[in-house]
């Protein structure tokens, strides 16, 4: 009678040996959950434009109540609209107004400015005083940055990282990240900015100028690198 072992296995005369097969513990399961979200948290916040308490403040404002069509009559006269991180951010001829999805009045700060440009992205937003030096730099709740330049702002434009770009009278172009550091600056001698446009994520810079060549004028669109490390 042969003897077959539960741990074997017979073949071509030769007996194989079986591993013996290893039991996953809940700690090793939990372990890898935990490897698992950590991962992806950190992805998710290395994939924000901007910080963590940032994105909480604006996803906080979006869902208090509101009602649409939202009257904002007593912060000024609508002067134009804008769509920034899903808020509804008004210029009036007083006031930044920010209404959420649901028709709620999130934030309303007042501008002073003459002539109030807005260039909005996905994260944040520049208000500029048109021929004038002074800008502030919005999210969608709030006002984050305050000051003035040098010379006058002729235009100016914003990515979704919070990098800037502005253009003053002086046909200077200066790039500034988002923690509202210059990291880039750029002159024009012969022609005249007329606007700009930027990307933070790649590091890139737009340029449209016009110069007067024998009577007639030139257009140039310029292309230009930068990093926006401080």
């Known amino acids: 009678m042969e003897n077959h072992d539960s741990h074997s296995t017979e073949k071509d005369g030769f007996k194989l040996l079986e591993k013996p097969k290893k039991k996953i513990s809940i700690k090793s399961v939990i372990f890898v959950i935990v490897a698992v979200i950590v991962c992806l948290a950190v992805v998710f916040i290395i994939s924000l434009p901007v910080d963590v308490s940032e994105w909480y403040s604006v996803k ?14 007593e ?16 210029d009036t001829d007083s006031h ?25 992205s996905k994260s944040r937003f520049i208000a500029y ?20 330049i040098e010379n006058n702002i002729v235009t100016a434009d914003i990515a979704d ?18 923690n509202f550091n210059r ?5 024009s001698a012969s022609q005249s900015i007329i606007d700009v446009d930027i990307s933070g994520k ?17 257009t140039t669109i310029q292309a230009y690198t930068f990093s926006s490390e401080e």
Do not use: M, W
């Open 129 to 148: 005083n048109l021929k004038s030096s002074g800008y502030q730099i919005h999210n969608a709740v709030g006002l984050l940055y305050e000051t003035n």
């Open 75 to 90: 912060h000024g006269c609508a002067q134009g609209v804008n769509i920034c991180s899903d808020f509804y951010v008004v």
């Open 161 to 178: 990282d919070g990098t800037y770009a502005i253009a003053d009278s002086t046909n200077t172009v200066n790039v500034y990240n988002k």
């Open 202 to 218: 790649n590091g890139r810079l737009v340029i449209a100028a016009v110069s007067a060549v024998n009577r007639e004028f030139v």
């Open 183 to 187: 990291v880039y600056s750029f002159q």
């Open 96 to 120: 930044i107004v920010s209404i959420n999805q649901k028709g709620a009045i999130v934030s309303t700060i007042a501008h002073g400015y003459g002539d109030c440009i807005i260039k909005n």
């Open 60 to 73: 906080t404002a979006s869902i208090k109540q509101g009602n649409l069509p939202c009257d904002i009559s």
